[in-house]
């Protein structure tokens, strides 16, 4: 079991980047393991299900997640059902040109190394996608 966390400043507007990291549509640009991303239309767990294809340790994985997001707060989370008990926040902080973004991940696995990479991964592919830089 373990909880995770870690972050990084991106050069951009934090309502902005919120609006963009927010759309389920954009999943697949910045979790690198993720191929698709679409909300089917239904509630689940306060916010909306979504049905997601992702590469995990090699093997296509296909389900439905949820995801809510706080545009007052700027945070996204979500979550999914199953034995890993994954689930995670992203939250956006700062002010106008720079913003803060913390991923924090929660998750019976115990691959913290590779846990860690992949976090520190998805916050350089946002760093990529808003900036084209994946300095940190």
């Known amino acids: 079991m373990g909880d995770y966390e870690h972050s990084t400043t991106v050069a951009a507007d934090p309502d902005e980047l919120f609006d963009y990291l927010s759309d389920v549509h954009n999943l697949p640009d910045y979790f690198a393991a993720m191929r698709e991303a679409e909300p089917t239309g239904k509630p689940s767990h306060g916010g ?9 340790e090699g093997a296509r994985r296909e389900g439905e997640a949820w995801i809510d997001t706080d545009k007052d ?7 999914s059902e199953g034995p890993n008990g994954y689930g ?34 998805t916050l350089a592919e946002i760093k990529t996608a808003v900036e084209g830089s994946s300095t940190s």
């Open 73 to 79: 707060t700027r945070t996204l989370s979500w979550g």
């Open 48 to 56: 909306e299900e979504v049905h997601v294809v992702a590469d995990v």
């Open 88 to 121: 995670g926040a992203l939250e956006v902080g700062g002010s106008a040109g720079e913003a803060t973004v913390t991923v924090k991940l929660h998750t019976e696995r115990a691959d913290g190394p590779g846990i860690r990479a992949g976090l520190e991964q």
